[in-house]
């Protein structure tokens, strides 16, 4: 009972469990990696849009609302939870160099980081609470939504910093992590609208990938 209890086995299947617990672990060395690099480059490798929208989905699947999955899944979105306060806190010391010097943007770094964190808290509460929980039960469409964000930024992301701040780990592990998850939905669910996103990520994932490894082949060439 226990067990069933950790892992809710009667509307999920072990392979939908180990697709989705293995996309998970790789999300965390996906952070693992990004705050390593916070600390040693002074920087952060993910766009700051992307570190307020995902803050705000996983304080919301930590404490506000719960996946159906089982409690081994609560206690996962609270470890990336916490992993991503460490990222939020690089973001308030380092992020302001993701802004534009011109016009004195910089210097309003923490008032334009603090909105957009209040303004996708706000947005991602009505939209799950309507749209996602009583739906993919998990966190599926609201996921995908900020996922599809996420990996297209990342893409304009990769040509405005220096190879050399971001982590090739972080890439393969976000990509892969995802993928993943991505044949867990096409498993378990038939929504044409979430799978569709599921497509569009494995897709700009792959170009940032390449992208990223052409780049990071070329500094490696000319160092």
Same mark, same amino acid.
């Given at each position: %009972?226990?067990? !069933?209890?950790?892992?809710?086995?009667?509307?999920?299947?072990?392979?939908?469990?180990?697709?989705?617990?293995?996309?998970?672990? !790789? #999300?965390?060395?996906?952070?693992?990696?990004?705050?390593? =690099?916070?600390?040693?480059?002074?920087?952060?490798?993910?766009? #700051?849009?992307?570190?307020?929208?995902?803050?705000?989905?996983?304080?919301?699947?930590?404490?506000?609302?719960?996946?159906? %999955?089982?409690?081994?899944?609560?206690?996962?979105?609270?470890? *990336?939870? @916490?992993?991503? @306060?460490?990222?939020?806190? +690089?973001?308030?010391?380092? +992020? &302001?160099?993701?802004?534009?010097?011109?016009?004195?943007? /910089? /210097?309003?770094?923490?008032?334009?980081?603090? !909105?957009?964190?209040?303004? *996708?808290?706000?947005?991602?509460?009505?939209?799950?609470?309507? #749209?996602?929980?009583?739906?993919? /039960?998990?966190?599926?469409?609201? +996921? &995908?939504?900020?996922?599809?964000? %996420?990996?297209?930024?990342?893409?304009?992301?990769?040509?405005?910093?220096?190879?050399?701040?971001?982590?090739?780990?972080?890439?393969? &592990?976000?990509?892969? +992590?995802?993928?993943?998850?991505?044949?867990? @939905?096409? !498993?378990?669910?038939?929504?044409?609208?979430?799978?569709? %996103? @599921?497509?569009?990520?494995?897709?700009?994932?792959?170009?940032?990938? &390449?992208?990223?490894? /052409?780049?990071?082949?070329?500094? =490696?060439?000319?160092?």
């Amino acid at each position: %009972m226990i067990f !069933l209890e950790v892992f809710n086995l009667t509307n999920y299947s072990i392979t939908e469990h180990a697709l989705f617990a293995l996309g998970c672990l !790789l #999300w965390v060395f996906t952070y693992f990696h990004v705050i390593r =690099r916070i600390f040693s480059c002074k920087t952060v490798g993910i766009p #700051w849009v992307a570190i307020c929208a995902n803050f705000s989905w996983e304080f919301l699947w930590s404490f506000v609302f719960k996946t159906d %999955m089982g409690s081994f899944y609560e206690y996962g979105y609270i470890i *990336w939870f @916490c992993m991503d @306060c460490v990222i939020l806190y +690089g973001l308030f010391v380092y +992020g &302001y160099k993701q802004l534009q010097p011109s016009h004195n943007v /910089q /210097q309003h770094a923490l008032w334009i980081f603090a !909105l957009g964190i209040t303004s *996708w808290m706000v947005m991602l509460y009505y939209y799950i609470d309507k #749209w996602d929980a009583p739906i993919t /039960q998990m966190g599926a469409n609201s +996921g &995908y939504i900020l996922n599809v964000m %996420m990996s297209a930024l990342y893409i304009d992301f990769l040509f405005k910093q220096n190879i050399q701040d971001l982590s090739i780990g972080a890439a393969w &592990y976000k990509g892969v +992590g995802t993928f993943f998850i991505t044949i867990f @939905c096409f !498993l378990h669910f038939k929504d044409g609208f979430l799978l569709s %996103m @599921c497509v569009v990520t494995t897709v700009l994932d792959a170009i940032y990938i &390449y992208l990223f490894m /052409q780049r990071w082949t070329e500094a =490696r060439i000319k160092a």
